[in-house]
């Protein structure tokens, strides 16, 4: 699978969705990693993905890279339809699916930044 990458979105040559519900996102578990060097995963309930034995399981998916725009992409290539977050996570975090993408966004644009640097 290859990807382009425009400002603030991933593009993909292949389409492999999968739809995730009752989310929430996690972040690498190491104290001693340098915050810029932290990633973020998904972890939630998939159905569509081709590895069938998964499908209706509670996943933690590879890191996060970005967005195409509609869907979130990680480092796997697989592209998540965010749908319904888990219920404890979203009174934690209220407008959880706002949140994740206005996080991509930020995680773009720093990388967008240490290129012109």
């Known amino acids: 699978m290859t990807f382009r990458r425009e400002r603030g979105k991933i593009m993909s040559d292949e389409l ?7 989310w929430g996102i996690v972040g690498s578990d ?21 590895n069938e034995s998964i ?7 590879s890191s ?9 992409v990680t480092r796997s290539g697989t592209r998540y339809d965010i749908g319904i977050p888990a219920t404890d996570y979203e009174e934690q975090f209220p407008n959880a699916k706002e949140r994740l993408y206005a ?3 930020e995680l ?4 967008e930044a240490n290129k012109e640097e």
């Open 55 to 61: 499908n209706g399981k509670h996943i933690r998916t």
């Open 64 to 72: 996060i890279v970005g967005s195409d725009g509609k869907y979130v």
């Open 16 to 22: 492999n969705v999968v739809k995730i519900d009752d």
């Open 30 to 50: 190491d104290p001693y990693l340098a915050p810029e060097l932290r990633t973020f995963q998904l972890v939630g309930v998939v159905t569509g993905h081709r």
């Open 108 to 111: 773009d644009d720093n990388l």
């Open 103 to 105: 996080r991509i966004e």
